[in-house]
């Protein structure tokens, strides 16, 4: 039997933008997904906005389509990225079983998530440890989070390039969740007086305006760069990492 993961990109109904990182035994696919594009269609109208631009069931959490020759098509989605939020999203061709498994890994925190977000500011310390906790509420629809109370929520923060030289400092940092709460970097973040440029929600709206005006720079800049986790293939473990580059818009403003 062929292994689902060897089949060519091209006979995935990718989104324009949409590429392939990296691919493991048994169908385990790792996209990297550009700003704006949806994670998954939440209605048939919303389908060309999607990863993949087929049907999805809400219910299974699963895209499904033909291929050129006519064959049923299956891809289970492991994890999901804002509309706004870039990089490594990962997926599973046709294996229920192994799908299963993994949502598994990421619901007991097996796997380590690592974020390139560039931030208004300089924080105080190169490293840190940041710990709140986060109220999330659900108002119409919508997700809101808010520091000062609530479940705790950690995630490590790690400076790696600044820009020193303007009125305005921005600061690339490196961000890794300990937890997994809505929207929690972004408001870790912002607590701490160093919103994402580019967030308008939690950000700082004339930094957002100004900086927008000056570069063309509108994007929320907060990238999902690095995913890592063992996973168990036909009796043997395997070790699978995927790197999705820090975002061009990022790195031409520092």
């Given at each position: 039997m062929s292994d689902p993961a060897k089949n060519d990109g091209n006979e995935l109904p990718l989104h324009d933008g949409v590429d392939v990182l990296a691919r493991g035994p048994g169908g385990l696919v790792a996209f990297d997904k550009p700003a704006g594009v949806l994670s998954h269609p939440n209605m048939r109208s919303e389908q060309p906005r999607a990863l993949l631009t087929c049907d999805y069931s809400l219910e299974g959490e699963f895209f499904r389509w033909a291929d050129a020759s006519g064959v049923g098509r299956t891809m289970w989605l492991l994890n999901r990225l804002d509309s706004h939020t870039s990089g490594v999203i990962l997926g599973v061709l046709d294996n229920t079983e192994l799908a299963r498994r993994i949502r598994a890994l990421f619901r007991e925190k097996h796997i380590r998530k690592v974020y390139h977000?560039?931030?208004?500011?300089?924080?105080?310390?190169?490293?840190?440890?940041?710990?709140?906790?986060?109220?999330?509420?659900?108002?119409?629809?919508?997700?809101?989070?808010?520091?000062?109370?609530?479940?705790?929520?950690?995630?490590?923060?790690?400076?790696?390039?600044?820009?020193?030289?303007?009125?305005?400092?921005?600061?690339?940092?490196?961000?890794?969740?300990?937890?997994?709460?809505?929207?929690?970097?972004?408001?870790?973040?912002?607590?701490?007086?160093?919103?994402?440029?580019?967030?308008?929600?939690?950000?700082?709206?004339?930094?957002?305006?100004?900086?927008?005006?000056?570069?063309?720079?509108?994007?929320?800049?907060?990238?999902?760069?690095?995913?890592?986790?063992?996973?168990?293939?036909?009796?043997?473990?395997?070790?699978?990492?995927?790197?999705?580059?820090?975002?061009?818009?990022?790195?031409?403003?520092?």
């Open positions: 977000a560039l931030v208004f500011g300089k924080p105080s310390h190169a490293t840190a440890v940041w710990r709140d906790r986060l109220a999330i509420e659900k108002r119409g629809g919508q997700v809101r989070t808010k520091a000062g109370e609530g479940i705790p929520s950690e995630c490590e923060m790690k400076v790696l390039r600044q820009r020193r030289d303007a009125a305005t400092p921005l600061t690339l940092i490196q961000l890794t969740p300990r937890t997994g709460r809505s929207h929690q970097l972004r408001v870790q973040c912002a607590h701490r007086r160093l919103p994402i440029v580019g967030d308008a929600t939690y950000g700082d709206f004339g930094a957002n305006r100004a900086l927008a005006k000056a570069t063309g720079v509108k994007r929320l800049c907060l990238h999902s760069h690095e995913t890592r986790f063992d996973y168990e293939h036909e009796g043997r473990v395997v070790k699978f990492v995927a790197t999705a580059p820090t975002p061009a818009e990022f790195l031409k403003l520092l």
